[in-house]
């Protein structure tokens, strides 16, 4: 049997680590060293307090061979296959974590690092769970990682499942899957190779390669394949919402959940076209064959001159954009929570001593999402809201409410319009704010993650000492884990204080606000409803 207090204080300050391992019972009992049959071979792994963990195992085959093209399933083994180790990451910046490295973080809020390392074989999974093989078949949650497209992966310490497995019976799973250029660079307009043709969709055809795995081999790991819940944050949750619009995806997952993550739209071919051309032009390259050998460190370097990469709207793999000009009729009738944190962008660095005489500039920064709006007649709107507000809350507020937040009132508003998605749709707001760095932070991006892994002992970086943690994680970690087994977040209701949990509709607009500090959790019809008919006056833009 393995113990991994030792790996994990590699990766935290072992005394915060080692509270939060306290925190758990021990509820199961302790057994040798597991093993799982999969449809590709036998795995080995381990227990963590109870729990049967497995890291690292290969859903699909290593990339490099096929570089832009649809995934194919690992090359079956012999033996049994040691699943102890968080498998690579897929090819980024180094250094980049579970945000977007356009995002910096300075002083007081710290991010949790990614774990394992880089190569282009990062067709890996991990798996939590209570037992195998003993048909209790348990909800399966199955969380999708963020980073704008760009970063990021599924090993980060935030998304241990130890805890949930704890809460309740679930198993879950976390992935990892091509970003950037390697997921998503579209050439299917420069090379008439039928092997090209989906390249602007590899990352998430890497994503439904990992969807089956769980439906053929989940089971065996005492999970449920027909109860899927996929779930994730930032990129994460745009991927889920560009999940909900495949064709192949279909019937792989039975509830989502997306947190401040939405994708209204894809990548045009036009200009999924152009960055092509434009990274092409950054190699001094002119062959389309040619980028199929070019050194991943190099495309690596390269991307990050161009931008973003995300998924394409390409009439093959993704047929149509996400939530345009509807929510997808295609999982209309699959349950979806949608969600954003109150103070999405308060995490970006340098804007916290902005006055009212520099406000203006600060921002035109943000005019790509402003439409034809004047920054003046905004900060006025603003101050009319919230006349309490400093300057600089009111450039995050309105930098939130029109880049983050607009995307997630428009899924919401097209879901409510549709009779089948509207009777399974919610809204929710993270409204709990970290003392760090003196409360200046607010409710800001990535913060509502470890309160639904029921992780917050293993963030101090993020919630600090702030004793109305724990108790808010239990509330929100119980209801994903009652939404996971039933598709309705109300099979939570049972638990002390937490309200009925509305559907969204376009005339009340119930929204669940996550706090714990001076309200309690609660329904709020149509919060921020000034702010939202301000941004539905200008053209949304999807961010990147």
């Known amino acids: 049997m393995r113990n991994r207090s030792i790996p994990r204080r590699r990766f935290l300050q072992g005394s915060a680590l080692c509270a939060g391992a306290a925190l758990v019972p021990r509820l199961f009992a302790e057994t040798p060293t597991p093993i799982a049959t999969t449809t590709y071979g036998k795995v080995s792994g381990f227990v963590d307090q109870g729990v049967l963990v497995f890291k690292g195992i290969p859903y699909g085959a290593d990339t490099a061979a096929r570089r832009f093209q649809p995934p194919q399933p690992p090359v079956a083994w012999t033996g049994v296959r040691a699943a102890t180790e968080f498998g690579p990451r897929a090819p980024q910046a180094s ?45 399966v949650i199955v969380y999708i990682h963020g980073g704008a497209y760009s970063s990021g992966s599924g090993n980060n310490v935030l998304y241990d499942g130890v805890h949930l497995v704890h809460r309740g019976e679930c198993v879950v799973v976390t992935i990892n899957h091509r ?46 394949p027909n109860r899927v819940l996929i779930f994730g944050q930032s990129g994460g949750g745009a991927k889920c919402a560009t999940l909900m619009a495949m064709p192949a995806a279909k019937g792989l997952f039975h509830r989502v959940m997306s947190m401040s993550g939405q994708q209204v739209v894809g990548t045009t071919r036009e200009h999924g076209t152009q960055r092509a051309t434009a990274l092409m032009k950054q190699l001094n390259i002119s062959q389309v064959d040619d980028l199929r050998t070019v050194p ?39 349950p979806m929570i949608l969600g954003n944190v109150h103070d999405e962008t308060r995490i970006r660095a ?36 919230y006349p309490q507000y400093t300057p600089a809350d009111v450039y995050f507020a309105a930098t939130c409410a029109f880049r983050s937040w607009h995307g997630q009132v428009i899924e919401a508003e097209r879901r409510a319009e549709d009779p089948v998605a509207a009777a399974r749709t919610w809204v929710y707001q993270m409204d709990w704010r970290t003392p760090i760095d003196g409360g200046r932070y607010g409710a800001p991006h990535t913060s509502d993650i470890p309160f639904y892994f029921d ?58 606000l996550w706090d714990n500090h001076e309200e309690k959790s609660h329904i709020q019809n149509d919060p921020r409803g000034g702010e939202r008919r301000l941004i539905e006056t200008v053209t949304y833009i999807q961010p990147a």
Not at 129 to 139: C, V
Not at 367 to 379: P, S, W
Not at 473 to 488: E, I
């Open 95 to 139: 250094g980049a974590g579970i945000m977007s490295n356009t995002a910096v973080l300075t002083r007081g809020y710290h991010l949790p690092p990614e774990l394992g390392g880089i190569s282009e074989d990062c067709l890996h999974l991990n798996v939590w769970t209570p037992a195998l093989r003993d048909h209790r078949k348990r909800p």
């Open 350 to 385: 340098g804007s916290f001593d902005v006055t009212w005489d520099t406000l203006p500039a600060e921002l035109e920064t943000a005019r790509d999402f402003l439409g034809d709006l004047k920054t003046q007649d905004i900060i006025a709107k603003y101050r009319s809201f």
């Open 455 to 512: 992780n917050t002992a293993l963030a101090p970086g993020m919630v600090g000492d702030d004793p109305t943690a724990a108790p808010l994680a239990h509330v929100m970690s119980g209801m994903l884990l009652a939404y996971a087994a039933t598709g309705d977040p109300n099979a939570h209701a049972q638990q002390t204080g937490v309200p009925h949990w509305p559907t969204y509709n376009l005339k009340s607009r119930a929204t669940m």
């Open 179 to 224: 970003l950037n250029v390697f997921g998503y660079l579209y050439l299917a307009q420069l090379s008439s190779a039928s092997d090209l043709a989906d390249s602007g969709n590899a990352g998430m055809l890497d994503l439904v390669l990992a969807l089956q795995w769980v439906r053929d081999n989940i089971a065996e790991f005492g999970g449920d």
């Open 296 to 334: 991943m460190d190099k495309l690596v370097a390269a991307f990050r001159t161009i931008g973003y990469f995300g998924p394409v709207t390409d009439g093959r793999a993704l047929p149509r954009d996400p939530f345009t000009p509807d929510a997808p009729p295609l999982s209309a009738h699959i």
